[in-house]
């Protein structure tokens, strides 16, 4: 067990809709980060918000926004969901973001767009 | 951009039977290369840290080195729940603080 909790383990939803995934990171870790793992693509770093601010985006669709709260949890917000969407969601913490530190994982929301 | 290979896709083993996976990088200045281990439908579960060329870490049946252009991922002696997909990532000095992943080996241990 990591220490990272996310909801909901799996959710199954309908071209269109929207939904939204969250994130609790370990304790005292001030930076969260989510990924995206399908079977084609692998694991793709969407984006990452240290205490409450973003610090970085990767390959994340305008579709896709998320925000850190003030208690540090995260949620990742999904809208106008296409088929393509389908994959695991990852989020990962570390204690303060920088380059030389572990990132360790949740264990994920599986995400079905039917 | 940073890019990271790893071979073999798949790999079968029997039980006792050691092998290495590879990972190939190619980065911007490395700031850190990690070994996660993936089991199907869950998160990946940290094992190593790499830093610098010629850097070894250990764990119970597993041995992660480092080169200027590849890590392996020794497994000595493995038992059936060393099977999972292995997965290694790098982090680049332009990469802001995103790892950069492989698509991993798939790992089977038969007993």
């Known amino acids: 067990d990591s220490g990272v909790t996310q909801t909901p383990k799996h959710l199954i939803t309908a071209t269109g809709q929207r939904v939204t995934l969250r994130c609790s990171p370990r304790s005292g870790d001030l930076s969260v980060y989510w990924y995206q793992q399908s079977l084609d693509q692998g694991l793709q770093f969407l984006i990452q918000?240290?205490?409450?601010?973003?610090?970085a985006k990767g390959n994340i669709l305008e579709r896709f926004s998320a925000q850190q709260f003030p208690d540090l949890h995260s949620e990742l917000n999904l809208s106008s969901l296409e088929l393509g969407d389908s994959a695991l969601y990852f989020c990962a913490s570390s204690v303060s973001g920088t380059r030389q530190e572990t990132q360790y994982f949740g264990p994920g929301t599986r995400l079905l767009v039917l | 951009e940073d890019q990271v290979t790893q071979s073999p896709e798949a790999l079968r083993l029997q039980e006792g039977e050691s092998s290495s996976l590879n990972c190939s990088y190619t980065v911007s200045g490395l700031r850190g290369l990690f070994w996660y281990r993936q089991d199907p439908g869950k998160g990946p579960e940290f094992l190593f840290t790499l830093y610098s060329a010629g850097e070894e870490k250990e764990k119970e049946r597993l041995k992660a080195t480092l080169t200027k252009k590849e890590s392996f991922l020794h497994i000595t002696a493995p038992k059936p729940e060393d099977s999972a997909t292995y997965l290694c990532a790098v982090r680049g000095i332009q990469g802001a603080q995103k790892l950069v992943f492989g698509q991993g080996t798939r790992l089977t241990i038969n007993p």
């Open positions: 918000y240290y205490n409450g601010e973003e610090r």
